[in-house]
């Protein structure tokens, strides 16, 4: 009965007229976000970050996180019609989507998108309705070791989930955690790392980071790189899939929105690697495997009501829990902070017109999203023929723009600027910026709270083996740690490597 | 596994050396009251101690080539003009660097036409004026045309 009257005092909050225009500009600006290749949604809500300081932080919020969930709808689009995903998620979708295109299909592959991203957005909000908030009062229990534990895992999972190295991974994030410390200690007030340079007093900026880390150097690679965005010449019709088409793709819309959601969970997973697992599932329980990529339905309605749960899934440890599932959410996390707002287990019930008031607002925006899209596929077309080369001017100039206008001050566009070349050469030598961020953010936390306990416990380290929750997460963590060397012994014994 | 790992191990473990070293200067505490430097020096050893598992593996292994580099003076055109409307967006003011800016991008970087590069870099500094001075009001610098 709570959660019921808890919605409905959120849909009090979300359909105010202010907030329905910030959720329309989030889902709006996701959607065209989503289309566009060459800009992800953790560019774009850094280049937006910015301009939301001076707004109302609920606001904010509801356009952001709706920045966030339409970019999975927006994705599709390129996808299906170009073969380039418009954004990571939608990678699997271009399989059977661009086929589908191929063969005349462009508007059911289009339609199905749209529609499973719809069912599948709204099924996950209802699981981020009733979970985030029991998970909240269960972790109201945690001392400062359970919160480093957990924090510890979190950074963990990410940093091993890094698509390209484990290692590196875990070089990023312990990178991001000696990053975290720059600026004043709070415990003793001494400066740190700092160099005489006033804009380091605070702490490096996470805004002018990320801004620097995704936006710039997204910008720097596809200058280096020719986008061929050759748009499918196809009429597009019949955007309403037929009677077979959802047959066909009502169960893999469940599948997909299940097990999204429930991944999107786990730190680190994100909603790329749910849309491969989900693409996977659907093709093992297919009848006719074998016509999974060359335009079979379901490979399109999997993956993208797959990706739209897993987005949404995504904000159930960051309200919950205050930790961030993924860079994305720890952009957000950074937001709620510099909005004045603590997040962690408390933020629910100290704040629940934010948080029911963005639940409510995904609702909302998902209808927005399903009016809005399938008969502004037609404009979207059309911004995929406007070249690269004059869209990142403008991006450039909004990062610019937008990192002096934090603090009216050229100290963050110098370190956005670096951090952009940082995550340029990164990404050249093929390491994630994810792990760097996301340890940025948590890293001041988990000090406080690595500090906090061992005064508390004198200078012991037991709370951490001996309070139950706490050693979970620590177990975790180093199972995760130690399965890169088990796989690698197994690897062994098999006779993968040279002269075993 | 890239050839430039060896290099990339070795500038990480070194400056994961100079973290420990600035760290024990900030203060490590002990286990009861941890100092200034204690979260970060063991954040240093961590790092360190995955550079040189980097280095060793690089150094032991076959290695790839890594990624073309393509696109280099683009790359290193835009860097510059970013760094360049960084130091002189307060000389300047906003509205001459923005311009410039763009114009740069269009007309050095693009190779476009100098009317399009122009008439487009006069827009956009036209259209940025009013988002972001006259509308958001960012107090952003007015430079030469505050005078």
Known sequence: MDTIQSILYGFTVALTLKNLAFAFIGVLLGTLVGVLPGIGPAAAISLLLPSTFHADPVSSMIMLCGLYYGTAYGGSTTSILVNIPGEAASIVTCFDGYQMARQGRAGPALGIAAFGSFIAGTIAVIGLMFLAPTLASFALKFGSPEYFSLMVMSITLVAYLSQRSVLKGMMMAALGLILSVVGLDPFTAKLRFTYNILVLRDGLGIVPVVMGLFGVSEVLLNVGTILNREVFRTRIKGLFPTRRDWTDSMMPITRGSLLGFFLGIVPGLGTIIPTFLSYGLEKRLSKHPEKFGTGTIEGVAAPESCNNAAATGNFVSMFSLGIPANAIMAILLGALTIYGLRPGPLLIKERPDLFWGVVASMYVGNAMLLVLNLPLIPMWVQILKVPYAILYPLILLFTLIGSYSLNNNVGDVIIMCVFGVVGFLMNKFQFEPAPLVLALVLGPMLEDNLRRSLLISGGSFTPFFTRPIAAAFLIVSLAILISPLLKLEKLRSLGVFRGS | ?147
């Open chain 2, 1 to 147: 596994m890239i050839k430039a790992d060896r290099w990339i191990g070795l500038l990480l473990a070194l400056l994961s050396l100079y973290v420990c070293w600035e760290s024990v200067r900030l203060g490590l505490g002990t286990y009861h009251r941890p100092g200034s430097g204690f979260f970060s020096f063991y954040a240093g050893i961590v790092l360190g101690a995955l550079s040189l598992v980097l280095l060793c593996l690089a150094l032991f292994r076959d290695l790839k080539a890594g990624e073309a580099w393509g696109g280099w003076r683009r790359i290193l055109l835009v860097a510059m003009a970013m760094f360049g409307f960084t130091l002189l967006l307060e000389r300047l003011g906003f509205l001459i660097i923005t311009f410039v800016f763009v114009w740069f991008l269009l007309k050095v970087v693009e190779r476009r036409g100098w009317a399009f590069s122009l008439g487009v870099a006069v827009l956009v500094a036209g259209a940025s004026y009013a988002v972001f001075d006259l509308w958001l009001k960012a107090q952003l610098p007015a430079g030469l045309l505050g005078n």
